[in-house]
């Protein structure tokens, strides 16, 4: 199994940043791509940002040029940092990954327990 944590949401004033963070932890034998969902109240979970093994990126138009998401492959950890905050971007963040278990199994994607920003206005 996969395990997800992550860290880093709280509250913020509008025009602030925040930084999150997600470690992978388990049997992992590879990881495909990783990434940052989030849902607000009475909406859909929506992709913010991933970022494939490789380190190639993508971004949802409403954070381009706000937000940025990186990872390090050897700590198993994606970042998202986050810049000139809006109150629009208040939500519960979900970490999110696609990996393997097992060299012959295929791969899965798996979520963390989300961490609330708030963007006070």
């Known amino acids: 199994q996969v395990r997800l944590v992550e860290s880093g949401g709280g509250l913020v004033q509008a025009g602030g940043s925040l930084r999150l963070s997600c470690v992978a932890s388990?049997?992992?034998?590879?990881?495909?791509?990783m990434g940052w969902y989030r849902q607000a109240p009475a909406k859909q979970r929506e992709l913010v940002a991933a970022?494939?093994?490789?380190?190639?990126?993508n971004y949802s138009d409403s954070v381009k040029g706000r937000f940025a998401i990186s990872r390090d492959n050897v700590k198993n950890t994606v970042y998202l940092q986050m810049n000139s905050l809006i109150s629009e971007d208040t939500a519960v963040y979900y970490c999110?990954?696609?990996?393997?278990?097992?060299?012959?199994?295929?791969?899965?994607?798996?979520w963390g327990q989300g961490t609330q920003v708030t963007v006070s206005s």
């Open positions: 999110n990954t696609n990996a393997k278990v097992t060299r012959w199994n295929r791969s899965y994607d798996y």
């Open positions: 388990g049997s992992i034998f590879s990881i495909n791509s």
């Open positions: 970022i494939t093994s490789g380190g190639t990126t």
